[in-house]
């Protein structure tokens, strides 16, 4: 089968201040974009959001946690919606967004980490049945067997990013992750302004170059990334 390509678009229109996006994910047809306090909701576009949005994330009704603010959210192996709350140092799942549940208690009970003694996770990332968690210049890697995520990072972790062997960039620290939908892994180095690519991961080229259009976007001017993610064949920045 030929491999399928992905399709680049610019980051979506300037609803957002530079910096602004924390966090973004698509539930079916649907995408959700994070942002301060408060949220937006994308439906089959990205041109203007939905009726009623923006809306406090704290008084939802579309089934979201009811918090001040999403930081990270992840979508595991097991089918659930993992939701950060860094600022409180804790993380909600679908299926009882009502409990809160300490971070480094679930991600690194034994305190080895920085997710363990910060409690705070930068990016996030589900490749097959593993996900990967990335906190300051640590990473750590669960497994799924059965769609089950196991209870205790996998033997061997943390790791450092710099000195990884696992297909990731050897660098500092890791501010997003994003598989394209043609499976290549992208990772945005914001103190830097530079991005990699799984194929090439010794090559650092300019975000804004690449993915902001110029100076047509806010992603052209700053060289940030916050957040991406994929919808279908095409990937959004943001």
Do not use: C
Not at 58 to 67: A, I
Not at 164 to 171: D, S, V
């Amino acid at each position: 089968n030929k491999k399928k390509s992905a399709s680049f678009d610019d980051s979506p229109p300037h609803l957002f201040p530079v910096g602004a996006v924390d966090a973004a994910f698509t539930r079916g047809s649907t995408t959700y974009v994070f942002t301060g306090d408060q949220y937006y909701a994308f439906t089959d576009n990205y041109e203007t959001p939905d009726d009623g949005y923006p809306r406090p994330i704290v008084s939802n009704t579309d089934g979201l946690p009811m918090v001040d603010r999403i930081d990270t959210v992840l979508r595991g192996p097991d089918g659930k919606l993992y939701f950060f709350h860094n600022d409180r140092r804790s993380f909600s799942q679908s299926g009882d967004l009502r409990i809160h549940i300490p971070t480094a208690g679930r991600w690194d009970m034994e305190r080895r980490s920085n997710i363990g003694t910060s409690g705070i996770v930068d990016a996030a990332l589900t490749i097959n049945d593993r996900i990967y968690l990335f906190s300051g210049d640590e990473y750590v890697r669960f497994t799924a067997y059965n769609g089950q995520i196991g209870q205790h990072p996998d033997p061997g972790y943390p790791k450092l990013i710099r000195t990884n062997t696992e297909g990731f960039p050897q660098q500092h620290r890791i501010d997003a992750a994003l598989q394209a939908p043609d499976g290549e892994l992208y990772f945005f180095h914001n103190d830097r302004r530079v991005f990699s690519s799984s194929d090439q991961l010794q090559v650092f080229n300019n975000t804004g170059d690449r993915w902001g259009n110029g100076e047509k976007s806010s992603i052209g001017t700053s060289g940030i990334i916050d957040a991406a993610l994929t919808v279908n064949d095409k990937v959004y920045l943001f």
